[in-house]
């Protein structure tokens, strides 16, 4: 089949090489977000589908929204079969989706209809599930409500990060949209109705929403700061600044402390929770580089009974 691809982050990338090299699909070009600032210098740099399709010599498409007449006559050129997409991270209209005589067909990372939404990974870590996975549908104007193809299972590990979680999750996805995309060709593949049960929304976690709550007992507090690793990072404050929060380990039935109250010792720093204290990793403090607990705990030689907030 024809295919225009669409995806804009590192997440895309296992996908868009399965269909590069597939020897029964075409990427005749890559649709993915405009170019835009990113790293320390904040140069304006292009996503990484961008650079992938450019080095493989493949038409990257880049409109401010999927709704520009210019973009839309230029799909209808391309005349794509079908617009695999994957982490897109943008809406698409209705104009655009009745282009491709096999719609548009999406690799969402979970198991549909659970964390419909933009983090669907951030969420299954944040709630503790134990299994996870990925879903190809048919994109609807509903969110993610759309039929579908197939689903990929992934356990969810206990010290993942939605970082580690999502790495997986786009190397077996990648294989279920080719599979997918092989089965619409054949017309072996039929697209069913999700269920109307279970369905949960996974919206985008804020850095506000990443704000540790010291109070909050230390399992829930594992899963908060590993869902939000990498992005957008969980962190607390700690004399009137901010401190950011790398995975920690729940240190169980060590004495209790209050919450969010440190005890600095030579070889670990603990920090009070509603329950279990928990073991502090990397923190990284505002203005200053990543650092282990403890180096940044002899440096700032918390007091007596002192509390991250």
């Known amino acids: 089949m024809r295919l225009v691809f669409a995806g804009t982050p590192e997440t895309a990338l296992p996908s868009l090489r399965a269909l590069l090299d ?11 977000r405009p170019d835009a600032q990113s790293g320390r210098g904040r140069k304006v740099h292009p996503s990484p589908v961008a650079e992938l399709a450019e080095e493989s010599g493949i038409e990257v498409l880049r409109p401010v929204k999927a ?3 210019a973009f839309l006559d230029r799909l209808r050129a391309l005349e794509p079969d079908c617009c695999p997409v994957v982490a897109y991270g943008a809406l698409l209209p209705q104009a655009a989706l009745d282009i491709p005589r096999h719609g548009w067909v999406n690799l969402h990372f979970s198991i549909l209809p659970a964390w419909r939404g933009a983090a ?8 503790g599930d134990e299994i996870t ?3 190809t549908f048919r994109i609807v104007k509903e969110l993610d409500a759309g039929p579908v193809f197939g689903v990929v299972t992934e356990e969810v590990r206990p010290g993942d990060t939605s970082g580690a979680l999502l790495e997986r999750l ?14 619409i060709e054949d017309g072996k593949l039929e697209a069913r109705p999700q269920p109307s049960e279970g369905v949960s929304l996974a919206p985008k976690i804020s850095v506000e929403d990443a704000r540790v709550d010291w109070s909050a007992p230390a399992m829930g507090i594992d899963r908060l700061i590993r869902a939000c690793t ?3 990072g969980a962190w607390a404050e700690f004399r009137g600044q901010r401190v ?5 380990r729940v240190a169980a039935g060590e004495e209790r402390l209050a919450p969010g109250e440190l005890a600095a010792g030579k070889h670990r720093v603990l920090a009070g929770t509603a329950t279990d204290p928990v073991e502090l990793g990397e923190v990284q403090p505002q203005g200053k580089r990543l650092m282990s607990a403890v180096e940044w705990a002899r440096g700032v030689r918390p007091e007596a009974r002192e509390c991250l907030r």
């Open 22 to 32: 597939s020897p029964r699909h075409e990427v005749v070009a890559v649709v993915t």
């Open 67 to 69: 709704g520009d007449p």
């Open 120 to 127: 669907p990974v951030q969420h299954a870590v944040l709630h």
């Open 133 to 135: 996975g990925a879903t």
């Open 170 to 183: 786009s190397v077996s996805g990648a294989g279920l949209l080719a599979a997918t995309l092989d089965g």
């Open 230 to 232: 990498p992005g957008p």
């Open 244 to 248: 950011k929060l790398g995975p920690v």
